[in-house]
């Protein structure tokens, strides 16, 4: 992406920085999230990587390199400074606001919403015929591909597939009678 006119936007203004911004801004934030993995400290970068551009534009020479260039050196920076920043201190990263009684119940609520869930899909699966189970479990709950099941199984690809629909028709059926919908 770049300037219609192939002009550079001068930093020395707001409204310069706001162009330069819209040419770049995405792409040094893409730039910062792959280097910090962290969203939050990305845009912290990004945004000071900005003002500091705009702070500096003096120094800015398009003889020396492209804006784009100029503004990735100092998001580079940038980064460092951050990482060392957080490395004095790491309390900081731990600054969240502790849970609520209301989200701590919540997470309890979803763990045991999910262990019965559990217990009933694997109710639901010793229903199944053995051949049914086996390939649904294999393809479906161990995420294992469909070709390596079936050699495994010495059967056509074709006919896991089969056992598989039909399992799953059958799983919904068991799920059905235990009263559980799906």
């Known amino acids: 992406m770049s300037d219609p006119d192939g002009a550079v936007p001068s930093l ?6 706001t162009a330069a911004y819209r040419l770049h801004g ?11 993995g962290d969203p939050m400290a990305a845009q912290d970068v ?17 003889e020396v390199a492209s804006l784009r260039v100029w503004l990735y050196g100092i998001a580079r920076n940038t980064m460092i400074d951050h990482v060392r920043a957080a490395a004095v201190r790491p309390w900081d990263s731990q ?25 009933l899909v694997e109710e639901g699966l010793r229903r199944l015929a053995p051949h049914h189970r086996e390939a649904l479990v ?7 591909p469909y070709d390596e099941v079936a050699t ?12 598989v629909f039909y399992a799953m028709r059958a799983l919904r059926a068991a799920m059905d009678e235990m009263g559980v919908s799906l």
């Open 12 to 17: 020395a203004d707001e409204d310069g920085v």
């Open 26 to 36: 995405a792409e040094v934030y893409r730039f910062a999230l792959r280097g910090l």
């Open 46 to 62: 990004t945004q000071e990587t900005f003002v500091k551009a705009w702070r500096h534009a003096e120094r800015y020479d398009p």
């Open 95 to 119: 600054l969240a606001e502790p849970p609520t009684v209301e989200a701590a119940a919540g997470s309890i609520s979803d763990q045991a919403d999910a262990l019965l869930d559990g217990w």
């Open 138 to 144: 294999q393809t479906h709950l161990r995420g294992r």
């Open 152 to 163: 495994e199984m010495a059967i056509p690809v074709g006919t896991l597939r089969s056992r």
